[in-house]
Nanobody
């Protein structure tokens, strides 16, 4: 049973870069033809797919966020990372990491971590 756990700062200042790590256990991020994604849910809104990194290291990004988003991985730690630059208060959300059979779908998801953008 795969488990995903998000970690990172809960508060980020405007214009800074948000960095989150997803630690994976119970399965390798390089195996099984899976895609490892990041999603977020702003207050009062629906879930938004941000991007993903595949088992082979290929990255995929939402067109609306592609200029500010970077996803990378550390295979030695079985982790993958989200970086979102130039954040504004509109980036305040609960951020989730997930695993799925396609870049923009998921079957397993972490519990989520709240990130607030505020000065």
């Amino acid at each position: 049973q795969v488990q995903l756990q998000e970690s990172g700062p809960g508060l980020v200042k405007p214009s800074q870069t948000l960095s989150l790590i997803c630690s994976v256990s119970g399965g390798s991020i390089t195996a099984g033809f899976y895609y490892w994604s990041w999603l977020r849910q702003p207050p009062g809104e629906g879930l938004e797919w941000m991007g993903a990194i595949g088992f082979d290291g290929t990255t995929y990004y939402s067109p609306s966020l592609s200029t500010r988003t970077s996803i990378s991985r550390d295979t030695s730690k079985n982790q993958f990372t989200l970086r979102l630059s130039s954040v504004t208060p509109e980036d305040t959300a609960v951020y989730y990491c997930a695993r799925g059979p396609n870049p923009n779908s998921y079957n397993d998801r972490g519990q989520g971590t709240q990130v607030t953008v505020s000065s």
